[in-house]
């Protein structure tokens, strides 16, 4: 096994050295950010003085380089907005991602999982039906517009929602909290719940799709033959033999929320990681826009690790094949 999770990890390595590189090579092709730092009264010797100090006359390669390097050691740089740490920035700004993202997963996992297992064992009942037709709403309309929308109802119309913004926090030992006060929750419940719509769709009917596919099986066969009760051969038997694909998408998944938590961030001025690279695209500060990219990358990394590593724990033919 320690064998299988070192492979793992080189080809992880591997993977965020290619990112860092792609992403630090686009980067700087977006545009000039001593245009945003500098007035229109700056001359040309205040423009070249401010490109030496920042290194951006350097070579390529010795600006990659040096980001590298840094980065290693966890450091990013300095934004050329705010003339802060950037390491610093992300990590005042991660707690209200990562909360909106479990957030978000919870409510994913908690519908889409049912409701799959629901709709494949009563494939043919109206109910059944309603909850696919409703699901595609959730793979139809952009996040953004239903992020609008439950704005519009549960904010503007009825006012029982803040419409934007992340109220009630607290400070518990270092990390800035929602989860503690009702106006925290009540602050965290919209985006959370537009951010996990799509993901309840594709849980959903990954688990429904798997669940037809294994009640056709001759082992559920085989038990509904042998006499066991029904809810036994559904939920230990079938459900049970879903989990390796159903790992998968979960795990991309909760990685895909954090990278595409910056649209319902932004439509809800939520103060995490993805409004922050927002703000950064406009202002090209190129060391907040790869720091953001090398923190995403490390994420889909971490999770790709470990559902391999469930991978090979939940399906003896790895083991099997690692043992050969």
């Not at 070192?6 to 080809?11: E, G, H, I, T, V």
């Not at 205040?46 to 040096?66: K, N, S, T, W």
């Not at 595609?136 to 609008?148: E, K, R």
């Not at 939520?270 to 690279?277: C, E, I, K």
């Amino acid at each position: 096994m320690l064998t299988y999770i070192a492979r793992r990890m080189l080809q992880a390595l591997v993977v965020m050295a290619a990112v860092s590189f792609i992403s630090f090579s686009l980067f700087n092709y977006v545009g000039d950010p001593v245009d945003n730092m500098v007035g229109q009264e700056a001359t040309l010797e205040d423009r070249q003085r401010i490109r030496e100090v920042l290194g951006l006359e350097d070579p390529f390669f010795v600006q990659y380089a040096r980001f590298m390097q840094n980065a290693v050691r966890g450091e990013f740089g300095i934004s050329y907005r705010t003339k802060r740490s950037v390491t610093e920035m992300i990590a005042e700004r991660i707690p209200a991602t990562l909360e909106l993202v479990f957030v978000s997963a919870i409510i994913a996992l908690g519908l889409g999982i049912p409701l799959g297992v629901f709709t494949g064992i009563n494939r043919t009942s109206w109910i059944s039906k309603a909850v696919l037709t409703v699901s595609l709403v959730g793979v139809s309309l952009p996040t953004f517009i239903i992020g609008i929308s439950l704005i519009y109802i549960f904010a503007v119309n009825m006012g029982v929602l803040p419409s934007s913004g992340r109220a009630g926090t607290v400070e518990l030992g270092g990390w800035k909290t929602s989860f503690l006060t009702i106006d925290g929750w009540r602050s965290i419940l919209l985006p959370a719940l537009t951010l996990s719509l799509f993901q309840v769709t594709m849980i959903l009917r990954l688990v429904r799709a798997e669940m037809l596919e294994i009640m056709r099986t001759d082992f559920i066969k085989f038990a509904r033959a042998r006499g066991l009760p029904e809810n036994r051969i559904n939920y230990s038997h079938a459900l049970k033999n879903t989990l390796v694909p159903v790992i998968t998408i979960i795990g991309l998944n909760i990685g895909g929320l954090i990278a595409f938590s910056l649209i319902t961030e932004t439509v809800f001025q939520w103060p995490g990681t993805g409004l922050m690279f927002i703000q950064a695209v406009d202002f090209v500060d190129v060391p907040i826009m790869a720091a953001y990219l090398c923190f995403v990358a490390l994420v889909f990394v971490t999770i790709n690790l470990i559902v391999d590593i469930l991978y090979f724990v939940i399906d003896p033919r790895l083991r099997a094949e690692e043992g050969h």
